[in-house]
């Protein structure tokens, strides 16, 4: 997601969440993500790009949505992106869905620059679980690597989503 967003500082970002929810424990754990754009978010890419993750062979589910506002200060989810998590509560196992919001306010000094809206599209207090410095380490690995979202792949299918 960070990457994505330091691709295009300027653009709204949006992407889809892939991983696991356990209803048990009431947990979710995001294990990856895909980016989806850096321009307009029209229906027609939400639902390509949902259709596209659904036919990769992860092992994981789609499991929600990320988005990231273009300017600064704007922290609050767009009314489209309640709109995607509203429709990913219908298609995804289980009926549960969540929106990371990446709050661009605090992207200079917290280790958690995001926001977590439950399927209720409400504001919740999450605890962050990383295991062996997992995010450094993946962000360590990518800083040489380019984030193409699914806009991307339209335009130049050689590339690796």
Not at 3 to 14: C, D, G, I, R
Not at 95 to 120: H, Q, R, S, W
Request: proline share 4%; net charge negative; with cysteine.
């Amino acid at each position: 997601m960070m990457l994505h967003l330091s691709e295009h500082p300027t653009n709204a970002v949006h992407g889809i969440l892939l991983g696991n929810y356990q209803p048990d424990s009431n947990a979710v754990e995001v294990m990856d993500v895909l980016p989806v754009c850096h321009n307009i978010l029209t229906k027609p890419l939400i639902d390509m790009s949902l259709r596209a993750a659904d036919a990769l062979d992860t092992g994981m589910g789609i499991i929600g949505w990320y988005s990231a506002n273009a300017r600064v200060g704007d922290e609050d989810p767009s009314p489209v992106s309640f709109r995607v998590l509203e429709n990913l509560k219908r298609i995804v196992d289980g009926g549960y869905a969540c929106l990371i919001m990446l709050n661009n306010t605090k992207m200079e000094n917290e280790i958690e620059p995001y926001d977590f809206y439950d399927v209720n599209s409400e504001k919740v207090s999450i605890a962050l679980d990383i295991e062996d410095g997992g995010i450094t380490a993946k962000a360590t690995y990518k800083l040489e690597e380019h984030c193409y979202d699914f806009e991307d792949l339209l335009e130049d299918t050689s590339i690796d989503w």
